[in-house]
């Protein structure tokens, strides 16, 4: 009877040892299974995506990067896929109605995750609450759409080069351009050659070392004038730098400045001619009857006009002062003859 109890006890030992290694087994198990901790200190959300690119249950859920719970179901809503994650229940506060999931991967080629992103302005999503979804920039997704855009549009563009579109598809396929290309490099080429000869002003400045002495003699000089310049001699350099000169112009502009005030107030006779309107009618009236005048007078009006355009008159006036001259010569010569003086007294 006492053996009988004794091996009873130590069964029990046995036993409960072995309860006890199996529940550290499963605790460790399930510690390093996942981060989201006891099935108590987690909460369930949702969201829905139109693909999940190969999401398996298990995968991981990260908020900001860090693993905060696991995925725990997949189910087909529709057309779409409703993705039910548990997550531990002190990130509830980074979980809000501003977040956005996305599906992420663990690395470039490993099992798909969720991405959630960290916002705390919004209201904490309720268990069995959705999370938004959307579309995570910078994945492997994005990369390959990204990559199949270039190669169309590298792909249109050899087309459009093809059949002969734009600068490039002309050079390409237009012989006429082709040639005319051909001509300009060879005519480029030819210059080259002469410069490198020494052909031209180019040429023999980078061949003749007097004209390359020549040019820096002139740049020496240029430096010289631009240091006397600043040096304040000459007229120009008295302009930059004197004071003097300086107050002179500022004062002739001072003055020109008063000029033109007094003109714009009609003062003097070159005010008066640009603001009395009755002085310029004045003058306008005396240009038109000088124009009258004119134009009499190149119609032959009057004796002026008559003098202008009448021949007759002119030559019978001629006339007249010959007949006259020579009448003033005869006189000359014998005045007796035609100044007679009598006196007489009775």
């Given amino acids: 009877m006492p053996r009988t109890r004794s091996l009873a006890w130590a069964e029990l030992k046995i036993g409960l040892v072995s309860i006890f290694a199996l529940v550290m087994a499963s605790l460790l198990i399930f510690l390093l299974s996942g981060s ?3 099935f108590w200190q987690r909460y369930s959300i ?3 995506f139109s693909n999940i690119a190969g999401l398996k249950e298990g995968a991981p859920v990260r908020v900001a990067g860090v693993e905060v719970g696991s995925v725990n179901g997949l189910n087909f809503i529709g057309d779409h896929v409703e993705v039910v994650m548990a997550v531990n229940k002190e990130h509830r506060q980074r979980i809000t109605t501003t977040s956005v999931a996305s599906l992420g991967s663990v690395s470039l080629l490993g099992e798909a995750a969720v991405d959630i992103t960290a916002s705390s302005g919004g209201t904490p999503i309720p268990e069995w609450g959705y999370v938004r979804s959307g579309r995570a920039t910078g994945t492997i997704g994005d990369v390959a759409n990204q990559a199949s855009t270039a190669i169309e549009d590298t792909t249109a563009l050899i087309n459009d080069l093809r059949s002969g579109r734009g600068t490039m598809g002309r050079l390409l396929t237009d012989e006429q351009l082709y040639n005319e290309l051909t001509a300009l490099m ?5 210059v080259t050659d002469g410069i490198s000869k020494g052909h031209g002003t180019l040429g023999r400045l980078i061949n003749d070392p007097a004209a390359a002495k020549s040019l820096e003699a002139s740049l020496d000089n240029l430096q010289a004038v631009t240091a006397r310049i ?3 001699e000459g007229s120009l350099g008295k302009l930059l730098n004197d004071d003097t000169m300086h107050r002179t112009l500022t ?3 001072s003055n020109l400045d008063s000029i033109t005030g007094r003109i714009s107030r009609g003062e003097g006779t070159a005010g008066k001619l640009i603001s009395d309107a009755e002085l310029y009618n004045r003058l306008n009236s005396l ?6 005048v004119v134009a009499g007078l190149q119609q032959g009006d009057g004796t002026a006009g008559q003098l202008l355009r009448d021949r007759q008159l002119y030559e019978n006036m001629n006339g007249t002062m010959v007949d006259l001259r020579s009448l003033i010569n005869e006189i000359k010569k014998d005045p ?5 003086v009598k006196v007489s007294l009775f």
Avoid at 186 to 190: H, K, P
Avoid at 336 to 340: P, R, S
């Fill in 36 to 38: 989201g901790g006891f």
């Fill in 46 to 48: 949702k969201t829905v």
């Fill in 186 to 190: 060879i005519s480029v080429q030819g």
């Fill in 230 to 232: 600043r040096a304040g």
């Fill in 251 to 253: 004062s002739t502009t």
């Fill in 287 to 292: 240009s038109d009857r000088i124009d009258k």
């Fill in 336 to 340: 007796k003859k035609y100044l007679n």
